[in-house]
T-cell receptor
């Protein structure tokens, strides 16, 4: 069964360093998302991406964050200068379309980011 | 601020019982509703989606939606210890600025004891 994959599973970095989190969405899906979950808290939306551009972003997604789809399969989240409060699980999700089951978002296994 | 609220629990039920999980949402224009299951340290796993008022059944799971009351629920029949997890209610808003993104509740922790 097709699934969203993410690498790495765990990333440890020093405050102020840049990190890139990678995702391979489900093939043929059109809509891509990043969410994060701080330990013990809600899953929070960061950004959505469609047709090679950001379609929506949250207040969390400030200038330190960027997303890119560098080729036909990968979808990346970059944090330019990490802060302690960026420590969280980051989930990538993808969705096929806008009707019926294509409306459903499927999540990858996540990348645990630890900022020291 | 569009909100999704769940009874945080924890909810404890005996094996074989029915577990009932509830969720309310504030955005009256919301059209799509989802239940995800999240095991500790893992990612959300989609178990049910519902778009129309009424009930939708899939195996041991039944989702119920009442848009007038802005209420969605999940019933798990014949609960099993493997159902023990956090259940997340997620709502997709109407079009425009909230198109596509999911807003999650804080989750309800369910424990099914043998």
């Amino acid at each position: 069964e097709p699934e969203v994959t993410q690498t790495p599973s765990h990333q440890v970095t020093q405050m102020g360093q840049e990190v890139i989190l990678r995702c391979v969405p489900i093939s043929n899906h059109l809509y891509f998302y990043w969410y994060r979950q701080i330990l013990g808290q809600k899953v929070e939306f960061l950004v959505s991406f469609y047709n090679n551009e950001i379609s929506e972003k949250s207040e969390i997604f400030d200038d330190q964050f960027s997303v890119e789809r560098p080729d036909g399969s990968n979808f990346t989240l970059k944090i330019r200068s990490t802060k302690l409060e960026d420590s969280a699980m980051y989930f990538c999700a993808s969705r096929g379309g806008t009707s019926g089951t294509y409306n459903e978002q499927f999540f990858g296994p996540g990348t645990r980011l630890t900022v020291l | 601020q569009k909100e999704v609220e769940q009874n945080s629990g924890p909810l404890s039920v005996p094996e074989g019982a029915i577990a009932s999980l509830n969720c309310t949402y504030s955005d009256r224009g919301s059209q799509s509703f989802f239940w995800y299951r999240q095991y500790s340290g893992k990612s959300p796993e989609l178990i049910m989606s519902i778009y129309s008022n009424g009930d939708k059944e899939d195996g041991r799971f039944t989702a119920q939606l009442n848009k007038a009351s802005q209420y969605v629920s999940l019933l798990i029949r014949d609960s099993q210890p493997s159902d023990s997890a956090t259940y997340l209610c997620a709502v997709r808003g109407a079009g425009g600025t909230s198109y596509g993104k999911l807003t999650f509740g804080q989750g309800t922790i369910l424990t099914v004891h043998p």
